[in-house]
């Protein structure tokens, strides 16, 4: 324990911001309710058979909402799971439409001059998936190609970054959803899809022929995922925290990643079969929200 208590008291200093007109708390207390953002980013997020909320985030982020229950005293408390994509996740924390969007967000320290992040849950890193047949395998073959990636995430300034270095001229598009962006290369109307590795295997293991698909290319950057919530509500970061570090010391975490990357998943019953990485389990010893820089 005094590992985790340690841990708290550096993790609850680096909640700062100015205070929210109602901060998160006394609205989950006035509501009975906590609103959690899910964006279809399996097996992070996504919804299954049975419309309801599901993945390895969501099930961290209603162990979250147990702990928020217990130190509010509600044990009535609601989830309610709110619908976001890569551009609403932001708009929608901001204008209180959802306290928590638990998925596949990077947490970087742009993003952390706005939003807040607790600790990460996963590390991924960018590789581009293209067509088994399309005879791409690295960046330099992509040259003049048309490249598409989903609108809002960071993978979009990393491409703009490669082209302008590489002088690959990719012909660079953007569309509403990570499984648009696929349907695109299924559909041979774009050559490649980079994102971040984790999900174009999520991707490719759920479409109807994995084998017509390949993940290729030198990692073009390291992204830490972190649940974020709203800047400058210390005491509500302060329990999601303290939630995470007890998930991880108990070893929780652990038994919840093997769920979802070491064994059959719905809604296919695809194997993602992606032990944990090192980068996650060395950073998982020394928890911190000050990553991705």
């Known amino acids: 324990m005094k590992h985790l208590t340690s841990a708290l008291t550096v993790i609850g200093l680096l909640a700062c911001g100015h205070a929210a007109a109602e901060d998160t708390l006394a609205k989950i207390r006035r509501t009975e309710t906590l609103q959690i953002g899910v964006r279809e980013t399996p097996p992070f997020a996504f919804t299954d058979a049975n419309k309801q909320a599901t993945g390895y985030a969501v099930e961290l982020c209603q162990r979250i909402a147990d702990g928020i229950r217990k130190e509010l005293k509600l044990p009535g408390m609601k989830i309610q799971y709110v619908p976001i994509d890569s551009v609403t996740r932001f708009s929608a924390l901001v204008e209180n439409k959802i306290d928590m969007e638990c998925g596949s967000t990077t947490n970087n320290a742009e993003r952390r001059q706005k939003y807040g992040f607790t600790i990460p849950h996963f590390f991924s890193s960018v590789k581009a998936l293209v067509r088994t047949d399309s005879g791409i395998r690295n960046w330099g073959q992509m040259r003049e190609k048309t490249v598409v990636t989903t609108r809002g995430t960071t993978t979009v300034q990393l491409l703009n970054s490669k082209n302008d270095i590489s002088a690959l001229r ?124």
């Open 170 to 293: 990719m012909k660079l598009t953007e569309s509403a959803s990570d499984q648009e962006s696929f349907r695109m290369v299924e559909e041979k109307k774009a050559d490649a899809f980079p994102m971040d590795d984790v999900l174009l295997y999520s991707l490719k293991a759920e479409s109807k022929n994995p084998a017509d698909f390949q993940i290729i290319g030198e990692p073009l950057s390291v992204e830490p995922y972190s649940i974020m919530f709203r800047k400058g509500d210390p005491a509500f970061k302060k329990i999601v925290d303290a939630e995470m570090l007890k998930l991880v010391h108990d070893g929780d975490i652990y038994k919840i990643y093997d769920r979802w990357f070491m064994k059959p998943i719905p809604p296919k019953n695809a194997n993602l079969k992606m032990p944990m990485s090192f980068l996650l389990r060395d950073s998982l010893r020394f928890p911190s929200d000050q990553l991705g820089d």
